[in-house]
């Protein structure tokens, strides 16, 4: 994470740190409350999220639902 606290150009995929705020990185979430088609209260899905407590999520480009949960979800 370190590259990340410095200013960056041209990357597509993480963004500069800002103190203060949530990291952003792959992780692993529970779907508490959803809207959207694909994703249902209970699910757990992987992809680029903020590391925090519970996150709002609005794009869901790059987040997929973990079918197989018969395995360690580390």
């Not at 959207?36 to 639902?65: A, M, N, R, Y």
Request: charged share 20%; aromatic share 10%; proline share 5%.
């Amino acid at each position: 994470m370190c590259i990340l606290m410095r200013k960056l150009h041209n990357i597509e995929v993480f963004t500069s740190f800002t103190p203060g705020s949530p990291m952003t990185g792959f992780g692993v979430g529970k779907v508490v409350e959803s809207e959207h088609p694909e994703f249902k209260q209970g699910d757990l899905v992987w992809g680029t999220t903020s590391w925090e407590e519970h996150s709002i999520i609005t794009d869901f480009h790059g987040l997929f639902k973990i079918h197989h949960t018969d395995v360690p979800i580390s």
